[in-house]
């Protein structure tokens, strides 16, 4: 089985790359909106309305803490739907950043089901449950972090994250206990996903 990856996402040399498709997943109008604003107009992002659990990805998004704790909100789904996740997610926290993931980087783990098989874990806070200032950007940071991670990550293996990962299945970023806007949200994952895939183009093209 391939192994726990992580992306350091300073300094990387991006290899040529087309963009996954992201699905932006929404259980409230709010935030659907929101993620329609930005999908209508960028190739490979769509919006689901309804459970990030219902898109056949091979990847879905955990916005998580710094520490792994996966105790509430979508987190809280995972864990329960993955049992083993959190200790996963928690043992490469550990075994890569000695403990504390920063919010700016991502890991990826199996998820030990067939669909979806991997969970990124994108920490929006440093600490569980906390509230977010009103001019976070930490939902960009998180989003970059995996977008970047898709592009340029590697398992322990060598092989890149990117061959066994093509959809990626993302919910709101910081608007559930984070208490951030879902307009400010979608508005900052839509800057990750234009600075990412432009600069993968702007290297490449």
Partial sequence: MLDDVTADTEGETYAPAAAP?????????PLAQAWQAIAADREGVSVHRGSVLDVPAQAVVSPANSFGWMRGGIDA?????????????????????????PVGEAVVVPTGVSVPAWLISAPTMR??????????????LAARAV????????FENGAPVRASVH????????????GVAPAACARQVAAAWDEVFTELTTAHG
Avoid at 80 to 90: D, G, I, K, T, Y
């Fill in 21 to 29: 498709q992201l699905v932006l997943c929404a259980v409230d109008e």
């Fill in 77 to 101: 789904v995972y864990a329960q739907a993955f049992s083993q996740v959190e200790a996963r997610v928690r043992s490469a926290v550990l075994a890569l950043h000695g403990g504390e993931l």
């Fill in 127 to 140: 600490d569980p449950g906390e509230r977010l200032p009103a001019d976070t950007v930490h939902p960009y």
């Fill in 147 to 154: 977008l970047r991670l898709w592009a340029t990550g590697r």
């Fill in 167 to 178: 959809t990626i299945a993302m919910p709101g970023l910081g608007t559930g206990v984070g």
